[in-house]
């Protein structure tokens, strides 16, 4: 496997390659790690990589140029296809299903950000977007650490012991089980005791206590958040969204968030490919597009977030049939946005908040309409209590600020 990290902090990389596990793969000629830097790239005799941004605002952009000139560079001397990885803190969070799809990859190249970010036309280049978390940190360098950590160990014969060593461990092989709690010398520290279990040498024993502990631990730490507990409770629980809408459901929050900060109706909407089964690892489903409303950005009535996503998925799929997916948006779809989602096929429409006063489906009826052909299936009421609660929020600050 080939890893090229691009940034312009290279030397950030110095101790992480010559300690860890990482060095040691390189060392065994597991793996090959090559720290790019952007500067060689830079442009003109001051090796410029970036720039002030188009339209005012603070900081630096990153440019194109020097961008480009280094991915197509080292894709051109690659005999596969290689994922390129942007780092944002925007984007979705990376899991170890992506650790496990990447350490297949022949190639992978990551792209570390800086300054107040990159010039938009660069994420271009990036086939995957990822982030290692909700915060900002002041470069990608730290993140792309983190990923390429989690990448390598995972190619076969870089831990010891072969890929067992991997296997029981939390979050692997698509299990949601956290690992079971785990104790060495002494059986006693300070009055805290071992689980008589783990000394009573019986396997079958040990086998069936570290199953039952790992639900617990993941019971307390995660909530409810693993499907065996989803199925259990919703014994009592009428009915219950699936872990792989409420994820959905939330990137749309973020979206809308970031309508919100722009002084925009805050809406967001994703589409993605429809997964085999909704048990399936949200992380491993086709995003085809996310939006959020940009009526005042781009001075056009027509541009709310369900709008813009159906042309970008329109894209991505290269067809306006969007048979197979599914539209997960904040607030249910206006008039305009139900027809536009009639007239693209889409087979299941997800929202949080019901809009009772102008809703396309509550008020006009359109997603069932006698005369439409196409009837996709509804869920409402998805993380329903913080979807209503962003636009709350937004319409409260607004008569605020009308009043003032
Ligand atoms: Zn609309």
Sequence with gaps: MRLDIVSCQPRMFEGFLSESIVARAVKKNLCQINVVDLREFGEGNYKKIDDKPYGGGPGMLMKCGPWFAAIE??????????????????????????AEELAKCEHVIFMCGHYEGFDERIRTLATDEFSVGDFVMTGGELAAAAMTDSIVRLIPGVLGGGMEATASESFSCGSDLLEAPQYTHPADFRGMKVPEVLLSGDHAKIDAWRKSAAQEKTREIKGTNNAADIAASSISAPFRFSRFDEYFMNMALREAEKAAEDGEVPTGCIIVEEPDSLDDMPSSARILARAHNQTEDLEDATAHAEILALSAAFQAKGNWRLSGTRMYVTKEPCPMCAGAIVLARIPTVIWGASDPKRGGGTTFGIFDHPGINHHPNIISGVLEEPCKQILKDFFQKRRKEKES
Excluded: V, Y
């Design 73 to 98: 560079k080292l894709a051109a001397g690659s005999s596969a296809k290689p994922r390129i990885i942007m780092t944002s803190p925007a984007a979705r969070h990376f899991t170890q299903a992506d």
